[in-house]
């Protein structure tokens, strides 16, 4: 069975934070979402149920792999391959932490063109969130 490209949207855009980080007035603000990126034993928002275990070990390798030597980019919205196209990252994923049957990530908004325009759309109030992608096989049940 060949891998399929899966792309998940958790929840509403209300359940993020942003967080603006200013050291002091003459350096640039470090922008950060907080929120919940993935969830499994439990329906998503894509009528998928991911086991927990499998979750588990793949957001440990994820973040050994990924997330520790600071890789782990996301674009500014899907393209339709699981690579990461650098001209459109926008976001660094930080960290994955496990609550129950969610995940709760952490991205810093990049100083990129594409990560500029996420700060911008912040900025003007705009609610931003975060969906995940990832090569699988779904087994129709």
């Known amino acids: ?82 690579e990461i196209n650098l001209e459109r990252a926008c976001h660094l994923v930080t960290e994955l932490r496990n609550e129950g049957n969610v995940y709760i990530g952490k991205s810093k908004i990049l100083s990129t063109p594409c990560g500029l325009i996420v700060q911008a759309l912040i900025d003007d109030g705009v609610r931003v969130g975060m969906s995940t992608k990832a090569l699988g096989k779904l087994n129709e049940q």
């Open 1 to 82: 069975m060949a891998f399929k490209l899966l792309v998940d949207q958790y929840a509403e855009n209300e359940e993020f934070e942003i967080v603006k980080e200013e050291t002091n007035n003459r350096s640039k603000p470090s922008y950060y979402v907080t929120g919940p990126y993935m969830m499994c034993e439990e329906v998503n928002k894509n009528k998928r149920i991911y086991d927990r275990d499998e979750m588990r070990k793949e957001v440990n390798r994820y973040t050994n792999e990924m997330i520790n030597v600071k890789r782990s980019l996301g674009e500014l919205n899907h393209s339709s391959n699981p």
